[in-house]
């Protein structure tokens, strides 16, 4: 029997994102124990912080 495919959607993967460089959003598919990333080719900036 065929399992049903899970999706997400991740920002920043690597963790490199700050206020100054941006992260990339990715989604993931997971399908019998396998998994895969595809790229969106959207960059965001990470939040900022206040002092």
């Known amino acids: 029997m065929a399992g049903i495919p899970q999706i997400k959607i991740v920002f920043d993967r690597r963790k490199k994102a ?8 990715e ?6 124990r396998e998994r895969v990333r595809l790229s969106t080719g959207v960059a965001v900036l990470g939040k900022a912080t206040l002092l």
């Open 18 to 25: 700050s206020a100054v460089n941006p992260g990339t959003v």
């Open 27 to 32: 989604i993931e598919v997971s399908y019998n």
